[in-house]
Nanobody
Framework: EVQLAESGGGPAQSGGSLSLSCAAS????????MAWFRQAPGKEREAVAA???????FYADTVEGRFTISQDTARHTAYLQMNDLKPDDTATYYC????????????????????WGRGILVTISS
């Protein structure tokens, strides 16, 4: 069974930085698409960023240039470096992983990945 555990996050001020990590245990597939989503109260779930096994990255327009997704493929761990944080970045951030490449199968932004973490809260004060 694949289990995802998010860590990092917490409170931060506008203009500050935070780093999130997502460790996928029990994941034995060579190909993967690891992604980050977020959801704020009263708002729909938003796709944030993704990275596949080849290191190809994808970003939402709202975070591109500020956030950077990376991974340690050997440890099946994804990271999200968040810079120049804004109050609108406040949300619960979820990690998701699928055994297929990000560009294969359903669009990763649809949120149809097989495995999900429980989420981690990020709160940005103005």
């Amino acid at each position: 069974e694949v289990q995802l555990a998010e860590s990092g996050g917490g409170p931060a001020q506008s203009g500050g930085s935070l780093s999130l990590s997502c460790a996928a245990s029990g994941f034995t597939y060579k190909t993967s698409c690891m992604a980050w989503f977020r959801q704020a109260p009263g708002k729909e779930r938003e796709a944030v960023a993704a990275i596949d096994s080849d290191g190809i990255t994808f970003y939402a327009d709202t975070v591109e240039g500020r956030f950077t997704i990376s991974q340690d493929t050997a440890r099946h761990t994804a990271y999200l470096q968040m810079n120049d944080l804004k109050p609108d970045d406040t949300a619960t951030y979820y990690c998701a992983v699928d055994r297929l490449d990000c560009s294969y199968g359903p669009d990763w932004r649809r949120g149809l990945q097989d495995y999900w973490g429980r989420g981690i809260l990020v709160t940005i004060s103005s």
